[in-house]
């Protein structure tokens, strides 16, 4: 018989142990981020090409662009890697052989 008013109080109890867990939670919407800039983050990689290439001739190092800690780990956001490596490789071309662009 005690056993029954045991099982009985932790039946009727069991309801409201588990009341605490019907609680609404907040739910926080942060807003997305910005759009990428894929110009702005080509210009910066031809910047950054440019004076990397103008470091290694002045430095008299092998003119090899993907050598620089700058093309290898790009200082932009992942999705703009190919962006701003494009504009490094670009860039320290530009240096290289100065003159018009080739053939766009």
Do not use: T
């Not at 029954?4 to 942060?30: D, E, H, K, T």
């Not at 702005?40 to 950054?48: E, K, M, R, S, Y």
């Not at 993907?66 to 071309?93: M, T």
């Amino acid at each position: 018989m005690k056993k029954i008013r045991v099982f009985g109080f932790a039946a009727l109890l069991a309801p409201v142990i588990l009341l605490g867990c019907g609680q609404p939670r907040a739910v926080v919407y942060a807003p997305p981020p910005p759009a990428l800039d894929y110009r702005a983050i080509q210009d910066q990689g031809f910047h950054d090409g440019f004076d990397a290439a103008k470091h290694d001739v002045e430095s008299g190092r092998a003119p090899v662009f993907d050598h620089h800690p700058r093309w290898r780990n790009p200082p932009v956001p992942r999705p703009g890697f190919e962006a701003y490596r494009k504009g490094f490789r670009e860039g320290y071309d530009r240096f290289l052989h100065p003159g018009p662009p080739r053939g766009e």
